[in-house]
């Protein structure tokens, strides 16, 4: 016993060993290429958010700007005939708009032919930040000629001008929003233009790449290895970058003739034609193969770029792949440790029980269960053993009582069945001496006992019927089914009409009902001589008639029987012609549920109804079993849900 156990012990601690080996190889590769897309879709993240919130800032200002302008349209066109006005205008533009640094409302050539030829109201911030107003034009200032003017002049609206620098040496460019004013002709008679300097855009995105570069996971943090961000105007030239000298002098077509890297000559021409990518692009930038995020800017005609070395995005992937694999290691060490102490302690006192399992299970109930030390799982497990000893003596004994018993309860239901049973009809045709009414009827419960009912008898010539289903199943339901079907009899052996014999029948019922059972139910009274019908619906679903087409019943629906002892009930009469069947059911026949839970329905029920009519025997019996089979092939393997009782009268007349 002792070498049995000794051996599964050895057996299972060299396949925990070799299954962590598994687990260990497999997981360096998987943490690697794991932290390594993790790393990667983080920077994809982190620089898209980086590029949504630059261009959103910059369209912020953009329009902050270009909005502050087209506000003044207006005010401009009416002080057309103030020239003095506009230097006014001009100072409102620049003081209420932190972002403008000067505004100029440029006239074409002699519009106001005392000012002269040239004629720019001008007003700007000076050092210290106050506007002052000034004129501007002349033959050394000749905007006349100027392309921006040109071009804002043949514009329908406004418009941001090409970056430029004011004056030589400057580290940021200007960029000026250009507005063509009209006179009441619809003439363009001058230029607004408002002038930006980008030196807060260079700012911030300087602030940015040094916080991308501070918090890098790159091995060399170097100048060669640190990201930066640019932007390019619409023919690539420089309007923001790391470089100083680069913007406005230097155009990204002069390093593309430099390099033979097609993919960095397509990626180029997408920023160009507005496109965007936040899925990097791995292109060689200087030599270092690196990665390339960009979109296009709103409100302008540029393009922002950011370009990381692809060592600061995979080194990262790869340092916390290590630290992973690490953590992995040591948490791999610790489980096959408690493994391997936990089997060898658990494996004694199972081998032990294992036999006194194996005595068990032959039928000895008292062998002898080992003693167990430490109280943890094996140690319940023979407590559970040892109640088990205990307990299956005396469970055979119950099992024994417990089928004799079940055996007493299912005699003594099939005695509830077969009295049940006996109270409905069962003799069919049950006037055979009759030749002016045929009646065929069936009820199948869904348990043994059930409580739908059907009756019929007849009496001075008439015939008297009904049909009713008690809610609930069981021997509850089947209780009330008896008690409706002694009073129906009692009551409508002495009541004048259906509506009289329903009314009594649902006092009787109200009276004691603690267990709020309820019964809908419907009630008919047919003269065999005449044909007409009388009738009383108590929330039961209306019959059919089934004569040369099939037609529902008009019924008033009434409240279930059992519910109100004070409600008057309506009676309704119609009168039958030869041959028409009168078809009444239970809700167990549309209620009737496939395997799928679809419920057959009533539209089934008239396609069964139709059905019959093409049948070439037409009577009570086959009007049954034909609707009966057609519910048959509708619910399939399905078990029955409902009792289900049909009931069909055909009056034949005499």
Request: aromatic letters at 10%; a negative charge.
């Amino acid at each position: 016993m002792f070498k049995r156990k000794k051996t599964f012990a050895k057996r299972l601690t060299r396949w925990i060993i070799l299954m962590l080996l598994i687990l260990m190889s497999a997981t360096m590769f998987f943490i690697y290429y794991v932290a390594k897309d993790v790393m990667t879709d983080e920077n994809e993240h982190h620089y898209k958010t980086v590029l949504e919130n630059t261009n959103n800032m910059v369209s912020h200002i953009l329009s902050e700007v270009s909005v502050a302008v087209n506000n003044n349209e207006h005010e401009i066109k009416t002080a057309l005939g103030k020239p003095n006005e506009m230097f006014n205008i001009a100072q409102r533009i620049v003081e209420k708009n932190e972002r403008i640094r000067s505004c100029g409302i440029s006239f074409i050539a002699n519009y106001y032919p005392r000012k002269g030829r040239w004629f720019i109201p001008f007003a700007f911030k000076n050092e210290d930040g106050i506007v002052e107003k000034k004129v501007m034009g002349g033959k050394d200032y000749d905007y006349l000629n100027a392309a921006w003017f040109k071009e804002a002049l043949e514009a329908k609206e406004g418009f941001w001008s090409r970056p430029f620098f004011e004056h030589s040496g400057d580290k940021a460019p200007l960029v000026s929003y250009l507005f063509p004013v009209r006179d009441s002709k619809g003439r363009v008679v001058a230029v607004v233009g408002a002038d930006l300097s980008l030196d807060w855009l260079t700012e911030t995105l300087k602030e940015q790449d040094k916080k991308d570069n501070a918090t890098s996971w790159a091995l060399e943090q170097t100048k060669e290895y640190s990201s930066y961000s640019f932007i390019l105007d619409q023919d690539g030239t420089y309007i923001v970058h790391p470089d100083s000298k680069r913007i406005l002098n230097e155009n990204i077509d002069n390093y593309l003739a430099t390099t033979e890297d097609t993919l960095v000559h397509k990626v180029i021409a997408k920023m160009k034609r507005g496109e965007k990518s936040f899925k990097e692009e791995d292109v060689n930038i200087d030599n270092i193969p690196s990665f390339i995020f960009y979109a296009p800017m709103k409100g302008a005609r540029w393009s922002m770029g950011i370009i990381v070395p692809s060592i600061t995005v995979r080194t990262g992937g790869i340092m916390l792949g290590i630290m992973l694999l690490i953590v992995m290691g040591i948490m791999l060490l610790i489980i096959f440790v408690f493994c391997r102490i936990t089997i060898r302690r658990a494996t004694k006192p199972l081998v032990r029980l294992a036999s006194s399992a194996d005595e068990m299970a032959s039928g000895n109930f008292n062998a002898e269960l080992p003693t167990i030390k430490y109280k943890d799982e094996i140690w319940q497990l023979r407590n559970s053993f040892a109640g088990m000893q205990q307990s299956l003596s005396q469970y055979m004994e119950k099992l024994k009582e417990t089928t004799a018993a079940k055996a007493t309860i299912e005699n003594e239901l099939k005695i509830a069945h077969n009295l049940q049973m006996a109270m409905l009809p069962k003799t069919f045709p049950p006037f055979p001496h009759r030749k002016d009414i045929d009646i065929y009827g069936s009820l199948s419960p869904a348990k043994e006992v059930g409580g739908d009912l059907f009756d019929y008898f007849i009496k001075d010539e008439k015939l008297y019927f009904c049909v009713g289903d008690v809610s609930g199943k069981g021997i509850p339901a089947a209780l009330v089914m008896t008690v409706t079907l002694a009073l129906f009899h009692t009551i409508a052996s002495h009541a004048p009409n259906p509506s009289i014999i329903v009314q009594e029948l649902s006092k009787m019922l109200t009276k004691g009902n603690d267990i709020m059972m309820f019964v809908t139910f419907f009630m008919g009274e047919l003269d065999l001589k005449t044909g007409r019908l009388r009738y009383c619906n108590a929330g039961h679903d209306a019959p059919y008639l089934i004569g040369k087409e099939v037609t529902t019943l008009p019924c008033d629906s009434n409240i279930p029987l059992g519910v109100m002892d004070n409600w008057e009930y309506t009676i309704q009469e119609t009168t039958i012609e030869k041959n028409t069947i009168i078809f009444l059911y239970t809700d167990g026949l549309n209620e009737a549920e496939a395997v799928n839970q679809e419920l057959f329905g009533k539209e089934n029920i008239m396609q069964a109804l139709n059905q019959y009519l093409q049948l070439e025997e037409k009577n009570p019996r086959s009007l049954i079993e034909s609707t009966r089979a057609a519910v048959r092939e509708f619910v399939g393997e399905a078990e029955q849900s409902d009792d289900m009782t049909m009931l069909a009268i055909q009056y034949k007349c005499d």
